[in-house]
Each structure stands twice: as C-alpha cells, then as structure tokens.
C-alpha cells in the first residue's frame, strides 16, 4: 500500500507530562492544533481505510515486546528540507525504542513503503524559519528543559481528515507485551 500523510503510527506520552512540551509548543509549534505530542515511528502510513487490515500483525507482534521506560533527557535539532529548523527533545541512546522500531519496521515493510533512513525517536517542541531566532529558542530550551519519563506502553494508529478537520485522532491503540 502507498502510504499517506493523513496516517502515522506513533507514541503517545500520558497527557500527564504533556505541560512542558505543549508550553513550548503554544509558542513555538505552528502544528500544535493539528499534532498532539508524540515520538513518530511511521509517517507517512497506510490508509486509515486500511488500518482493520493490519491490526491483528501489529497486536502480535507488539504482544512479544515488553513495555519500558522513556527518558527525554536531550535537546536537539534539524533542518528540513523546506527551509524549517526543527528543535526537538529525545532518547537517542534508547534500545527499547530502537527495538521496538526494528519489530515494527520488520513487520510493514511487506505490507507498505518504509524509510530505509536511520531511525531517531525524538518530540518535535519548536519549528521556525527565522536561523538567529531558532538559535536563542534553542539556547533558551537547552539551559532549562528537565528529563520528562514515561512508560511506553502501547502504540498509536492516528489519522486526520483534510482541512479544515484536520486534527490527528487516535483510531487504535496497541498494546505492549499483552501475552
């Protein structure tokens, strides 16, 4: 299947930490409204049509993956291609998330497209043009972000409408380590 940019497969944190990631967010995220927080492991995805099709692989597979502990302890960015500098909080040294990613990606590459670039779980906080604003935005979140953990328990299946309804929902959640 092709994929879309109206689907992904993601990790929700528990609204429960959301404070300080949506309080830079408000300021800094113009996909705030559309986005809730998240780390993407797949985007674009397939079909939200499709999703019923592959519900039952994702339950098993996720079933064999026990749940763990994520730290976003680092402060980070990039550019994209579109000219956007992109500041992010993340777990690069995470091998739970690493192997939960390779299962996954084992998993979909039979079934639709899958990046072959590395993966590096990351929240987007902040995205903007302007090179020397980014630059104090950035300085501003390194000096005073502190770590925010969760327990990564299951993964998401999210998919929106076209404008103006659209704002990502939650059609599935699978859980992890279920057997």
């Known amino acids: 299947m092709i994929p879309v940019h109206t689907t992904a497969v ?46 039952y692989d994702l339950q098993q597979t996720c079933k064999h993956i026990k749940p763990f502990s994520v730290k976003l302890d680092t402060v ?19 091998q739970e998330m690493q192997g939960l990613y390779k299962s996954l990606k084992l998993l979909l590459q039979n079934k639709t497209e ?4 590395p993966f590096h779980p990351h929240l987007t906080i902040g995205r903007m043009r302007d090179a020397d604003k980014f630059e104090d935005l950035k300085s501003n979140v390194e000096s005073s ?25 939650i059609e599935y959640e699978v859980p992890l380590g279920s057997e």
């Open 145 to 169: 972000w502190q770590t925010i953990e969760f327990e990564v328990n299951k993964i998401s299946l999210i998919w929106r409408n076209d404008p103006p309804d659209d704002v990502f929902r």
């Open 114 to 117: 899958v990046k072959k670039r």
């Open 10 to 55: 993601v990790i929700i944190p528990p609204e429960d930490v959301w404070e300080p990631i949506q309080e830079i967010r408000r300021e800094h995220d113009h996909n705030i409204r559309r986005w809730m927080p998240h780390i993407t492991l797949f985007y674009p995805f397939i079909p939200h049509e499709n999703f019923y099709n592959i519900q």
């Open 76 to 94: 980070g960015h990039f550019k994209q291609r579109k000219g956007n500098f992109i500041l992010w909080t993340g777990c690069e040294e995470q």
